[in-house]
């Protein structure tokens, strides 16, 4: 554990650079090999699509990476948050516990919010409108609500108060863990079943991208899937079922396209009927 520590502590750029290309490598080829929804698109032109908000989320990560880094030092200093105010446990319970709690504020919180506020929404809904999910939709998110998942993480880091190496152990994880539950591929039935008891499943997550409530508001977690089960956000749909999209944005100008992609948190909101 302490060789893993060591790593996180000073994990390169570079490095972390590496694991989000390969992740989408990997799971690039085995989607293109056996996929689960044969889709009649080009995929390339929605990975170009996809790649582009990836991009823009990682300039503004990088540009806002010295307050998180602040944050961190501030709460190992100061002995701030929930995880310095706790007596000394085994590393492992306490890693675990933590990626509990950062996974929580950063991800199941902040999806949660995105949801319930409809400011919020208009941002958070450019990833909802894709109706072609695969590996390349996980990172799908518009430059403003990648500042407001910064903000949620920050927030995370402050409350917990989250060792650097730590946030940058969830940070990889929960890269691989949105590859991997995005992707367009799907797992033998029972085992993504028993894999949904504590963690997020590619079924799970696939429910949360069906174009109509209620089951786009379920199924937020990110890595675990324990908080979706206590707060009972937790919801069911066979996999044949699903549908991929929001139902007031269903028409490929809009959610094919960059550039209406881009507006579309500062257009007036309307009704499915509407579209």
């Not at 100061?78 to 319970?93: A, C, S, T």
């Amino acid at each position: 554990m302490d060789h893993l520590i060591n790593y996180f502590e000073t994990v390169p750029s570079l490095h972390r650079g590496l694991i989000l290309a390969g992740g989408i490598a990997f799971f690039w080829i085995i989607e293109s090999i056996n996929p689960f929804f044969k889709f009649n698109y080009s995929k390339i032109h929605h990975a170009g699509i996809n790649l582009f908000f990836t991009l823009t989320t990682i300039i503004i990560n990088f540009a806002l990476a010295f307050i998180l880094l602040e944050t961190a030092e501030f709460v190992s200093k100061k002995e701030f948050g929930i995880l310095q105010w706790l007596p000394l446990m085994n590393i492992w319970v306490y890693t675990i516990f933590g990626l509990l709690l950062l996974d929580f504020f950063g991800a199941y919180l902040a999806h949660f919010v995105e949801h319930r506020v409809k400011f919020l929404w208009r941002f958070h809904l450019i990833h909802h409108t894709d109706t072609y999910i695969d590996t390349t939709s996980g990172n799908r998110h518009h430059p403003g609500e990648s500042v407001i998942r910064f903000i949620f993480t920050t927030f995370g880091v402050l409350i917990v108060g989250s060792p650097m190496w730590m946030v940058f152990l969830y940070q990889t994880l929960s890269v691989v863990a949105t590859q991997f539950t995005h992707a367009n591929i799907c797992l033998p039935k029972k085992l993504d079943k028993f894999m949904s008891y504590l963690l997020v499943s590619p079924d799970m997550h696939k429910i949360h991208h069906h174009y109509k409530l209620p089951y786009t508001d379920s199924n937020y977690g990110n890595i675990f899937s324990v908080w979706d089960r206590i707060f009972g956000t937790f919801s069911y749909l066979k996999r044949e079922e699903i549908i991929y999209g929001v139902d007031t944005h269903m028409n490929p100008k809009e959610n094919n396209e960059l550039i209406p992609l881009l507006k579309i948190p500062f257009q007036k909101t309307r009704s499915p009927q509407e579209n």
